[in-house]
C-alpha cells in the first residue's frame, strides 16, 4: 500500500540553524500539506502546495518557512533560522484532489536546542 | 473561521463495550468531517470522512461516525471496543466554502481513548 514517507524521523539542530525537512508524498497524489503537532497539543495546519505553489498557509507559517517540490517527487519545508519554539513533530501529507482525505506520514521530531 | 471541539480529554471504555469519541465543529459553509487515528510514535491515519450524503459514515477497524448538521456534531462511534483500539483520536474540520484552493484540516485536541480488558 502506497504511504507517505518522511525523512529524518528526528532532527536536533541548534537554535538558528537551517533545517530541511523531507517528505516523499504518494505518487499519484497532486496536493501536498505539512502541519505540525507541539508535544501533547493538536496538530496544526501550516501550508498547502499544489501545482508547484503555496495554496494556502497559516499564520504559523511565516517568512522563517519555505516548501518546495524541487523534483517532482520530495516536498521539502525549510525553516532558515530555527527557534527554540519549533521544536515539534512535523507531518507530511498529501491528498489525490482537493475534495479527497489526506494521508499523513510517520512524522519527523525536530528538536531545537 | 473554522472549529472543532473535542470535549472529553479521556474516554475510558471496558472492552466489548460500545464507544463512543464526541466532536463538534463550527464552519461558515457546509462541513467536510474526518477522523483520524494516531497510535503512539506514529502518524496520522485516515478512519473515516464525510462530505455529503449519508449521515452515518462507515469507516475503517468497524468505526462509524454519525453527522449531526442540527447538533453539528460528529462523534464516532464502534458497537464493540477492542483493546487495539486504544490511542488518540482526532477529529477534523474543513470548509467546502472556504475558496477553491487545497485548504487545510482544522483539527481537535484529540481525544485518549483507553480500551480496558
Known amino acids: 500500500e502506497p504511504e507517505v514517507t518522511q525523512t529524518p524521523s528526528h532532527q536536533v539542530t541548534q537554535m538558528g540553524q537551517e533545517v530541511i525537512l523531507r517528505c516523499v508524498p504518494i505518487s499519484n497524489h497532486l496536493y501536498f500539506y505539512w502541519y505540525r503537532q507541539i508535544l501533547g497539543q493538536k496538530v496544526e495546519f501550516l501550508v498547502s502546495?499544489?501545482?508547484?505553489?503555496?495554496?494556502?498557509k497559516s499564520e504559523i507559517f511565516d517568512d522563517q518557512f519555505s516548501v518546495e517540490r524541487p523534483d517532482g517527487s520530495n516536498f521539502t519545508l525549510k525553516i532558515r533560522s530555527t527557534k527554540l519554539e519549533d521544536s515539534a513533530m512535523y507531518f507530511c501529507?498529501?491528498?489525490?484532489?482537493?475534495?479527497?482525505?489526506?494521508?499523513f506520514g510517520q512524522g519527523t521530531r525536530l528538536t531545537v536546542v | 473561521a473554522q472549529s472543532v471541539a473535542q470535549p472529553e480529554d479521556q474516554v475510558n471504555v471496558a472492552e466489548g463495550n460500545p464507544l463512543t469519541v464526541k466532536c463538534t465543529y463550527s464552519?461558515?459553509?457546509?462541513?467536510?468531517l474526518f477522523w483520524y487515528v494516531q497510535y503512539p510514535n506514529r502518524g496520522l491515519q485516515f478512519l473515516l470522512k464525510?462530505?455529503?450524503?449519508?449521515?452515518l459514515v462507515k469507516g475503517s477497524y468497524g468505526f462509524e461516525a454519525e453527522f449531526n448538521k442540527s447538533q453539528t456534531s460528529f462523534h464516532l462511534k464502534k458497537p464493540s471496543a477492542l483493546v487495539s483500539d486504544s490511542a488518540l483520536y482526532f477529529c477534523a474540520v474543513r470548509d467546502i466554502e472556504a475558496g477553491g484552493g487545497a485548504d487545510g484540516l482544522t483539527f481537535g485536541k484529540g481525544t485518549h481513548l483507553i480500551i480496558q480488558p
Open positions: 464552519v461558515s459553509g457546509n462541513p467536510y
Open positions: 464525510y462530505i455529503t450524503g449519508d449521515n
Open positions: 501529507a498529501s491528498s489525490r484532489g482537493v475534495y479527497t482525505e489526506a494521508f
Open positions: 502546495f499544489y501545482n508547484n505553489e503555496i495554496s494556502e
